[in-house]
């Protein structure tokens, strides 16, 4: 599997779901930062800075923080093979969980927090390099 460059985005990230026909609040889509907004027929799911998260919620929000982002620099072609199962093999073999998110150019990992030191150890002993974004 190909070896690629990654880096930790700074901050920490929260994962939110709402009701599928909830409009997206402000918070999620404002300028500047990461955040990455999914509808479904099942939910509205929100990745963002946790300080963006506002308190409190409605009764139907569900929300977890305490998230790294890991950025894996691409691009990469859409019909590339083997990018994200080669980050996340290592991650999975170190008992780490992971929660990926794609967009055109780049993939994202986010690992629990406590995990991020161990996650960019697994990483780099599998072959993939750290560098500062």
Known sequence: ???QT???VPGTFAVCRMPADTAVPFWASAPGGFSSVTRTADELSIVCEEA???APQPESFRGEGGYALLKIHGPF???SI???AA??????DAGISTLAIGTFDTDYLLVKRAQAARAVVALRQSGHTLVED
């Open 77 to 79: 072609p859409l019909d």
């Open 87 to 92: 980050l996340v093999k290592p991650l999975a």
């Open 1 to 3: 599997m190909p070896h």
């Open 52 to 54: 963006r998260v506002p």
């Open 6 to 8: 990654f880096s930790v």
């Open 82 to 84: 083997g990018i994200l």
